[in-house]
């Protein structure tokens, strides 16, 4: 899965994680999400009919999310993306290079950061504002 | 905490620890927002849905809701839209998460390798287990005996209910034993009789104002309890509580009454609203049969119910039998007459579990009848079940023999003349060999160690039975006797249709669904039944020819009908229309089928000279076993409001409920003060309570809210069971769980 | 047989005073500083905040205990086994207060969320403390288990973690993603279901919808979860909201209100 390919095919990060204007959060796409524009060939890379063998099969795709929150953090997509207006490489990495799917988790941000951010940008400073 | 240690578990401490140690970066030990869990497959990362479904911890099915992240179940919650609960749920119904992740379930097939209640097991493939279990079966159908197959079903009301009574109708046994004896048959024989269908009362609570409960368990812990709960939601009911042990739940009045004394005091109401005029004599001229004389089938005159009741059962008769004073049933009959919308309802396992037990419930139903309470003002008509359309099996000559022999419990025999069920004679009927030898027992849906009283005989009978199969989720006492344990899918794992606890004036069929895919190698039973009737084939499998039971279910309701119940999580609001009566009136006071079904008994001449009203039969004090002397008190052992048949010991949250003071884990002994005096008992002693066959350790727990020479204990824990003597109604076969006299003495 | 805490609680009340008195003012936590620097209006109408509370009414109330339940799945609440509960009390952060002898009224009691919590004014770390929002709020992590909010609630109402939580078998797979399970070694508490209002909040916020007194009434999962209806959750600011009507009834009463706790959990008395 190569998200540059993606990328520079004018996709949108909200196309496949659909949860990240609406959710908490950005989730993964389903195998049918896949479908809507593989069930066609769509290039010549040699993995891509894969798609089609899982789908074939009947089976998801093992998605392995990376970047997890600590247990007592909550984090909300929609809340940052959709009412604050940010976006997704203020906190991930710039994705239209990485040729793949993500091999380690991308964000390492400190509380501190967080807390900064809240305040230069006035948000709520109420610790149950992020802690759960 | 085996698999997970306390870092994957705790984040919290672990980054309390962290940040001390000024670890910046190491976010892995404390990832603990979803732990990697084995129940996940199926889930997709993030994922989270709501299934519909139906609650499968007591017979009320309610309607649920679970709150399912990748894949796991992480919440219960009541569906709002579903009739018989609207939206809320009981603490019993939210706890089935703990069955479902228990880590005790029991993961594959297993037999016995040992010797039996040795314990030892070797893990076997569903191949292998279904393999061996038609085998065995088969060799009894090819000896022409299969009514040496007998299945205890602890199941009601589900359309795997419905596939056992097909299965053994093609396999040709007639020994399909329910619990009813033991739970509401006092009440739904009433019903049955009365009303010609069988199944609790349904009552029309929209209307009433006033409920007059039997039995404290009716508003703590029955299949009718969130009925009632939900009632109160809309209408604030005065609620009358007749019981010897004061509810946890919320009452206006309780009426302490005496053991086994509900029936006489439902005659003696009766008897003033007769007397003052105070009963529906529209009601009763129109629908009602064998309240005034009457002409039976063969057009003989007979004496109605009005005489029998005018000539007794005047309250200062009755206040020996029921422990009410006289102006108390005066004062309750006319609050009942005057507030005119008013439900009585008997409870499913308190008011009828006595000696008395089908004369109570006849007498309770009596009651509402008088009233006029059985069109729009009260308890109207009865639970209507959903039936599978399935075509009709295919029954051989092997099997019409076998399902023509008498049933092993005796149940519509002269040992019990009018009961339909009576799974306490099994084990004497197992002992015997009478009247024919058990080869097979196949224990479903109940463990009758644990469940109900008699365990020695009970111990006995297992041992007994060449083939013992327990189809069950975990491994309980009977399991521990089996030569072959199934593990059966929870509910939350598993597809069925369920008919819920009764409204009135409709009908309400729940849908289980599969909530999450089974976490261990396990089936449910109605796949089983399907594939062992494939493995024993012919007339039998051609009787079940579907690949699964999944399968089953859609050929047994309209499709439309199906998608519908998918998508809300069952069906209702259906006019009940069509349902076919047995009976020309719709109430019958003296029961036609109450004078036929006794018409060829050995107690036909007894009937017809000592009954007071044909059909009807009489009212007798309650019977206890034990010696007055030597068990100075009754037991009253109840259905708490965390009661689960079989299960509290899965449910740990159940057992911690803040429902008592102290400890919540010991098994108490409820006792009144005064009593406790007379004894030499203190609140939080140790105290051994014995019956004449067993005996119970138990803390001391001093209550006025327990009548004055009873001792009330909770059903569900400890050895509570086995003090009862399983003594029984003669008529019915209903248990009598509050028939036991105890002494309770300190431990020292 | 009294609870291992009970004796606890009733020395606890003639101590509130005292606590109370000496505490008051003295206690900065971080956290408050940090709240009062917080500019970002709240999302309620009209932009005052919301204060939240909750109505329970006690003479619809079953005491079926199936908020207690329903508290435990919502917030990862562990039983504690027949073993610990001997020697401390089950958590229930939704309890049930048991019967005076003699009576039958057992009474539901969450955390009271006081408008005046003594517990907040004893926690040395800043681990308890008052939201914006009128939550009597603790955050896990900060909490080092001192106690002294427990010996400060007057009510009973805070739990100290004895052992490592517990769940059948090890297996967490029912927890709830949306709330944090607790160690060993720290306070918990009610949280009226904080992580649920956070969500519904967002959502509107989100939807661009308005967000209704009625999509609140029933939002905690004790009031989710009750059959009759017996517990009313919503903003006691908003003089509208069905909350604050039924606070205002004439059947409404808190528990030790000489405490000067001022609870923002009142209940409605039975009638005869």
């Not at chain 2, 594959?108 to 030892?120: H, M, T, V």
């Not at chain 2, 085998?135 to 009301?157: C, N, S, Y």
């Not at chain 3, 017996?230 to 405490?259: H, K, N, W």
């Given at each position: 899965m190569s998200h540059k390919r993606h990328i520079a095919k004018?996709?949108?990060?909200?196309?496949?994680?659909?949860?990240?204007?609406?959710?908490?959060r950005a989730s993964f796409p389903t195998l049918a999400d896949c479908m809507d524009c593989h069930k066609t060939p769509?290039?010549?890379?040699?993995?891509?009919?894969e798609v089609r063998a899982f789908a074939a099969r009947g089976q998801e795709l093992a998605w392995v999310q990376l970047n997890r929150l600590p247990g007592h953090v909550y984090f909300s997509h929609a809340a940052h993306?959709?009412?604050?207006?940010?976006?997704?490489?203020e906190c991930h990495?710039?994705?239209?290079?990485?040729?793949?799917?993500?091999?380690?988790?991308d964000v390492h941000l400190e509380m501190s950061e967080c807390v900064a951010c809240h305040r230069s940008e006035q948000a709520?400073?109420?610790?149950l504002a992020c802690h759960k | 905490m085996s698999r997970f240690g306390r870092r994957e578990l705790l984040g919290g401490a672990a980054l309390a620890g962290a940040a001390a140690l000024g670890c910046?970066?190491?976010?892995d030990p404390y990832r603990i927002d979803k732990p990697p869990v084995?129940?996940?497959?199926?889930?997709?990362?993030?994922e989270e849905r709501w299934v519909l479904s139906t609650c499968?911890?007591?017979?009320?099915g309610c309607g649920i809701k679970v709150r399912v992240v990748e894949g796991r179940a992480v919440k219960i919650e009541g569906n709002?839209?579903?009739?018989?609960n609207l939206g809320g749920l009981c603490s019993r119904g939210q706890a089935a998460l703990q069955a479902l992740y228990h880590?005790?379930?029991?993961r594959s097939p297993l037999r016995r390798i040992?010797?039996?209640?040795?314990g030892k097991w070797r893990p076997i493939s569903w191949d292998e287990a279904i393999g061996e279990l038609a085998g065995k079966l088969g060799k009894l159908r090819a000896a022409g005996h299969p009514e040496r197959l007998v299945l205890i079903d602890g199941?009601?009301?589900?359309f795997t209910h419905d596939l056992w009574a097909r299965f053994l109708v093609a396999f040709g046994s007639?020994?399909?034993?329910?619990l009813e004896s033991a739970r509401a048959a006092g009440v739904e024989l009433a019903t049955l009789y009365t009303?010609?269908?069988?199944g609790l009362p349904a009552c029309?609570?929209?209307?009433?104002?006033l409920l007059l409960a039997m039995g404290t368990d009716l508003l703590?812990?029955?299949?009718?309890a969130m009925r009632f709960l939900s009632w109160a939601r809309l209408v604030r009911p005065h609620v009358v509580c007749v019981s010897p042990r004061r509810p946890g739940c919320r009452f206006d009045e309780w009426i302490p009454i005496a053991p086994g004394g509900y029936g006489a005091l439902a005659l003696s109401l009766a008897h003033v609203l007769v007397r003052d005029g105070l009963v529906d004599r529209e009601f009763l001229r129109e629908s009602?049969?064998?309240?005034?004389g009457w002409r039976d089938q063969a057009g003989v005159e007979q004496s109605g119910f009005e005489t029998l009741i005018r000539a007794a059962y005047a309250p200062d008769q009755t206040q020996e039998g029921t422990g009410i004073a006289a102006a108390t049933v005066e004062r309750l009959a006319h609050a009942l007459a005057k507030q005119r919308r008013v439900v009585v309802a008997a409870s499913d396992g308190g008011?009828?579990?006595?000696?008395n037990g089908l004369a109570t419930g006849l007498a309770i139903a009596a009651l509402n009848a008088l009233l006029g309470n059985?069109?729009?003002?009260?308890a109207a008509g009865a639970q209507v079940y959903a039936v599978p359309q399935w075509e009709a099996p295919t029954v051989d000559a092997i099997a019409a023999a076998g399902t023509a022999a008498p049933r092993i419990d005796g149940?519509?025999?002269?040992?019990?003349?009018?009961?339909?069920?009576?799974?306490?004679?099994v084990p004497a009927a197992i002992a015997q060999s009478n009247p024919y030898p058990v080869e097979a027992l196949f224990l479903h849906g109940t463990d009758p160690l644990t469940a109900l009283p008699g365990r020695q005989e009970w111990v006995a009978a297992l041992h007994q039975v060449p083939f013992l199969v327990r189809a069950t989720s975990w491994l309980d006492e009977s399991a521990w006797q089996a030569d072959l344990v199934l593990p059966e899918s929870l509910p939350l794992e598993a597809l069925d249709v369920v008919t819920c606890a009764p409204p009135a004036g409709e009908w309400v069929v729940g849908l289980r669904q599969?909530?999450?895919?089974?976490?261990?190698?396990t089936r449910q039973m109605g796949d089983v039944i399907v594939a062992l009737a494939a493995g024993l084939g012919g007339s039998v499998g051609r009787s079940l020819p579907w690949k699964s039971y999944s399968d089953a279910v859609a050929t047994s309701l309209p499709a439309e009908t199906l998608a519908e119940m998918r998508e809300k999580g069952g069906r209702w609001n259906?006019?009940?229309?069509?349902?076919?009566?047995?009976?020309?009136?719709?109430?019958?006071?003296?029961?036609q089928a109450i004078a036929s079904r006794m018409a060829?008994?050995?107690d036909a001449a007894h009937a017809s000279q000592a009954?007071?009203?044909?059909g009807l039969p009489p009212w007798t004090p309650p019977r206890f076993s034990g010696d007055p002397l030597q068990f100075p008190l009754h037991l009253l052992p109840y259905r708490p409001v965390p009661f689960v048949e079989n299960g509290i010991r899965f449910l740990p949250w159940l057992s911690e409920?803040?429902?008592?003071?102290?400890?919540?884990w010991p098994v108490r002994a409820e006792i009144n003060p005064a009593d406790a005096a007379r004894f030499g008992l203190a609140d939080g002693d140790q105290v051994l309570v014995e019956s004449p066959i067993g005996s119970c350790k138990a803390v001391a727990q001093l209550s006025d809210g327990v009548r004055v020479g009873v001792v009330a204990m909770a059903l569900?824990?400890?050895?509570?069971?086995?003090?009862?003597?399983?003594?029984?109604?003669?008529?019915?076969?209903?248990?009598?769980?509050?028939?036991t006299r105890v002494r309770v003495s300190k431990v020292s | 047989m009294k609870r291992a805490d009970d004796d606890a609680r009733d020395s606890r009340r003639s101590l509130l005073a005292a606590l109370a008195a000496s505490a008051a003012g003295a206690i900065t936590g971080c956290t408050r500083a940090m709240a009062a620097e917080s500019?970002?209006?709240?999302?309620a109408p009209s932009g005052r905040r919301r204060n939240w509370g909750m109505v329970i009414d006690l003479d619809r109330?079953?005491?079926?205990?199936?908020c207690v339940v329903a508290c435990q799945q919502e917030n990862n609440v562990p039983p504690l086994g027949p073993d610990v509960a001997a020697r401390t009390r089950p958590i229930h952060w939704m309890d049930f207060l048991p019967p005076a002898?003699?009576?039958?009224?057992?009474t539901p009691v969450p955390c009271?969320?006081?408008?005046?919590?003594?517990c907040v004014k004893v926690c040395p770390v800043g681990a308890t403390y008052k939201s914006e929002e009128g939550i009597t709020a603790q955050i896990w992590e900060r909490?080092?288990?001192?106690?002294y909010c427990m010996v400060a609630c007057p009510y009973g109402r805070r739990y100290f973690n004895w052992s490592e939580p517990r769940w059948p078998g090890g297996?967490?797979?029912?927890?709830?993603?949306?709330v944090a399970p607790r160690p060993r070694g720290v306070v918990e508490k009610c949280t009226l279901c904080h992580h649920r209002i956070r969500a519904v909040v967002e959502r509107a916020r989100v939807d661009e919808e308005p967000l209704t007194d009625e999509a609140l009434r029933r939002l905690p999962a004790c009031a989710q979860s009750c059959p009759v209806q017996a517990i009313t959750f919503g903003d006691?600011?908003?003089?509208?909201s069905e909350v604050a009507r039924l606070a205002a009834s004439p059947r409404a009463m808190r528990l030790l209100p000489e405490a000067g706790?001022?609870?923002?959990v009142i209940y409605l008395r039975e009638t005869k």
């Amino acid at each position: 899965m190569s998200h540059k390919r993606h990328i520079a095919k004018a996709m949108k990060c909200r196309a496949c994680h659909q949860g990240v204007e609406g959710e908490a959060r950005a989730s993964f796409p389903t195998l049918a999400d896949c479908m809507d524009c593989h069930k066609t060939p769509q290039g010549q890379e040699p993995a891509e009919p894969e798609v089609r063998a899982f789908a074939a099969r009947g089976q998801e795709l093992a998605w392995v999310q990376l970047n997890r929150l600590p247990g007592h953090v909550y984090f909300s997509h929609a809340a940052h993306v959709t009412l604050d207006h940010m976006g997704c490489e203020e906190c991930h990495r710039d994705m239209s290079a990485v040729n793949q799917a993500l091999g380690e988790a991308d964000v390492h941000l400190e509380m501190s950061e967080c807390v900064a951010c809240h305040r230069s940008e006035q948000a709520s400073l109420d610790c149950l504002a992020c802690h759960k | 905490m085996s698999r997970f240690g306390r870092r994957e578990l705790l984040g919290g401490a672990a980054l309390a620890g962290a940040a001390a140690l000024g670890c910046r970066r190491s976010r892995d030990p404390y990832r603990i927002d979803k732990p990697p869990v084995p129940g996940g497959r199926g889930g997709r990362a993030g994922e989270e849905r709501w299934v519909l479904s139906t609650c499968a911890l007591c017979d009320a099915g309610c309607g649920i809701k679970v709150r399912v992240v990748e894949g796991r179940a992480v919440k219960i919650e009541g569906n709002p839209d579903h009739p018989v609960n609207l939206g809320g749920l009981c603490s019993r119904g939210q706890a089935a998460l703990q069955a479902l992740y228990h880590p005790d379930r029991v993961r594959s097939p297993l037999r016995r390798i040992g010797a039996r209640g040795e314990g030892k097991w070797r893990p076997i493939s569903w191949d292998e287990a279904i393999g061996e279990l038609a085998g065995k079966l088969g060799k009894l159908r090819a000896a022409g005996h299969p009514e040496r197959l007998v299945l205890i079903d602890g199941e009601t009301g589900t359309f795997t209910h419905d596939l056992w009574a097909r299965f053994l109708v093609a396999f040709g046994s007639p020994n399909h034993i329910g619990l009813e004896s033991a739970r509401a048959a006092g009440v739904e024989l009433a019903t049955l009789y009365t009303q010609g269908r069988y199944g609790l009362p349904a009552c029309d609570l929209a209307r009433g104002r006033l409920l007059l409960a039997m039995g404290t368990d009716l508003l703590e812990s029955s299949g009718q309890a969130m009925r009632f709960l939900s009632w109160a939601r809309l209408v604030r009911p005065h609620v009358v509580c007749v019981s010897p042990r004061r509810p946890g739940c919320r009452f206006d009045e309780w009426i302490p009454i005496a053991p086994g004394g509900y029936g006489a005091l439902a005659l003696s109401l009766a008897h003033v609203l007769v007397r003052d005029g105070l009963v529906d004599r529209e009601f009763l001229r129109e629908s009602v049969l064998g309240f005034s004389g009457w002409r039976d089938q063969a057009g003989v005159e007979q004496s109605g119910f009005e005489t029998l009741i005018r000539a007794a059962y005047a309250p200062d008769q009755t206040q020996e039998g029921t422990g009410i004073a006289a102006a108390t049933v005066e004062r309750l009959a006319h609050a009942l007459a005057k507030q005119r919308r008013v439900v009585v309802a008997a409870s499913d396992g308190g008011a009828t579990a006595a000696s008395n037990g089908l004369a109570t419930g006849l007498a309770i139903a009596a009651l509402n009848a008088l009233l006029g309470n059985l069109e729009g003002g009260g308890a109207a008509g009865a639970q209507v079940y959903a039936v599978p359309q399935w075509e009709a099996p295919t029954v051989d000559a092997i099997a019409a023999a076998g399902t023509a022999a008498p049933r092993i419990d005796g149940a519509g025999t002269a040992a019990c003349p009018l009961g339909r069920s009576r799974v306490q004679a099994v084990p004497a009927a197992i002992a015997q060999s009478n009247p024919y030898p058990v080869e097979a027992l196949f224990l479903h849906g109940t463990d009758p160690l644990t469940a109900l009283p008699g365990r020695q005989e009970w111990v006995a009978a297992l041992h007994q039975v060449p083939f013992l199969v327990r189809a069950t989720s975990w491994l309980d006492e009977s399991a521990w006797q089996a030569d072959l344990v199934l593990p059966e899918s929870l509910p939350l794992e598993a597809l069925d249709v369920v008919t819920c606890a009764p409204p009135a004036g409709e009908w309400v069929v729940g849908l289980r669904q599969p909530v999450v895919t089974p976490l261990q190698d396990t089936r449910q039973m109605g796949d089983v039944i399907v594939a062992l009737a494939a493995g024993l084939g012919g007339s039998v499998g051609r009787s079940l020819p579907w690949k699964s039971y999944s399968d089953a279910v859609a050929t047994s309701l309209p499709a439309e009908t199906l998608a519908e119940m998918r998508e809300k999580g069952g069906r209702w609001n259906q006019p009940k229309t069509d349902v076919p009566g047995s009976i020309p009136y719709k109430f019958e006071i003296c029961s036609q089928a109450i004078a036929s079904r006794m018409a060829g008994t050995a107690d036909a001449a007894h009937a017809s000279q000592a009954w007071p009203c044909k059909g009807l039969p009489p009212w007798t004090p309650p019977r206890f076993s034990g010696d007055p002397l030597q068990f100075p008190l009754h037991l009253l052992p109840y259905r708490p409001v965390p009661f689960v048949e079989n299960g509290i010991r899965f449910l740990p949250w159940l057992s911690e409920l803040p429902l008592v003071s102290g400890d919540p884990w010991p098994v108490r002994a409820e006792i009144n003060p005064a009593d406790a005096a007379r004894f030499g008992l203190a609140d939080g002693d140790q105290v051994l309570v014995e019956s004449p066959i067993g005996s119970c350790k138990a803390v001391a727990q001093l209550s006025d809210g327990v009548r004055v020479g009873v001792v009330a204990m909770a059903l569900g824990r400890g050895a509570v069971v086995d003090l009862v003597v399983p003594d029984e109604d003669h008529w019915s076969g209903v248990l009598a769980w509050q028939g036991t006299r105890v002494r309770v003495s300190k431990v020292s | 047989m009294k609870r291992a805490d009970d004796d606890a609680r009733d020395s606890r009340r003639s101590l509130l005073a005292a606590l109370a008195a000496s505490a008051a003012g003295a206690i900065t936590g971080c956290t408050r500083a940090m709240a009062a620097e917080s500019a970002e209006p709240s999302n309620a109408p009209s932009g005052r905040r919301r204060n939240w509370g909750m109505v329970i009414d006690l003479d619809r109330c079953a005491r079926c205990a199936g908020c207690v339940v329903a508290c435990q799945q919502e917030n990862n609440v562990p039983p504690l086994g027949p073993d610990v509960a001997a020697r401390t009390r089950p958590i229930h952060w939704m309890d049930f207060l048991p019967p005076a002898p003699g009576s039958f009224a057992a009474t539901p009691v969450p955390c009271m969320h006081c408008e005046d919590p003594p517990c907040v004014k004893v926690c040395p770390v800043g681990a308890t403390y008052k939201s914006e929002e009128g939550i009597t709020a603790q955050i896990w992590e900060r909490c080092i288990g001192c106690r002294y909010c427990m010996v400060a609630c007057p009510y009973g109402r805070r739990y100290f973690n004895w052992s490592e939580p517990r769940w059948p078998g090890g297996d967490p797979s029912s927890l709830n993603p949306d709330v944090a399970p607790r160690p060993r070694g720290v306070v918990e508490k009610c949280t009226l279901c904080h992580h649920r209002i956070r969500a519904v909040v967002e959502r509107a916020r989100v939807d661009e919808e308005p967000l209704t007194d009625e999509a609140l009434r029933r939002l905690p999962a004790c009031a989710q979860s009750c059959p009759v209806q017996a517990i009313t959750f919503g903003d006691l600011a908003d003089s509208e909201s069905e909350v604050a009507r039924l606070a205002a009834s004439p059947r409404a009463m808190r528990l030790l209100p000489e405490a000067g706790t001022r609870p923002k959990v009142i209940y409605l008395r039975e009638t005869k």
